[in-house]
């Protein structure tokens, strides 16, 4: 039996993720980036990760020919940040769950910025524009990103 990915600190940090980038592989081997608008851990092992429908046929379009992808998560108010590496199981028009994540995510974050002066109003219609699409990960390999030594080191790989 194989050993979860995801640890419950690191669910923790991706949980709290408002928005990020991801990343597949295009033609001529070019990466194709994605704004991520929230991740939902789904358990040790999967993330859901959702995007902004209006910009992310480009990115669907080169998981249908290689479903390999990688997604950055940061908990904003510490830095800590993981970048996960696996294969795109499915993509899906957005659940209500997953919409109200992403609507979770967006109040949190705009509350966070407007605390330290910023307009929340001009991040949400940027980051998180409806209706979102959804991709389901399997997380293969965990990265350590956080702004330290020893940042891009490898926490986990799956056996």
């Known amino acids: 039996m194989t050993k979860p990915m ?16 991801a990343s597949a592989v295009g033609d001529d081997n070019a990466p194709v980036i994605a704004r991520v608008c929230g991740l939902t851990v789904e358990d040790a092992d999967h993330v859901r990760v959702h995007i902004p429908q209006w910009y992310s046929k480009a990115f669907l379009a080169a998981l249908q020919d290689r479903p390999a992808m990688a997604v950055v998560g940061v908990q904003v108010t510490t830095y800590r940040t993981f970048q996960l590496k696996g294969e795109a199981l499915e993509d899906f028009p957005s659940t209500d769950a997953d919409v109200a994540a992403v609507e979770s995510y967006v109040a949190g974050f705009g509350a966070l910025i407007e605390h330290v002066g910023l307009d929340s109003k001009r991040y949400n219609p940027i980051y998180a524009a409806p209706p979102y699409h959804t991709v389901r990960l399997r997380v293969d390999q965990v990265f350590d990103q956080t702004p330290r030594v020893g940042a891009g080191n490898l926490v986990k790989e799956r056996d």
Request: contains cysteine.
């Open 6 to 21: 995801l640890s419950p600190d690191i669910q923790e940090v991706l949980q709290d993720c408002p928005g990020s980038y």
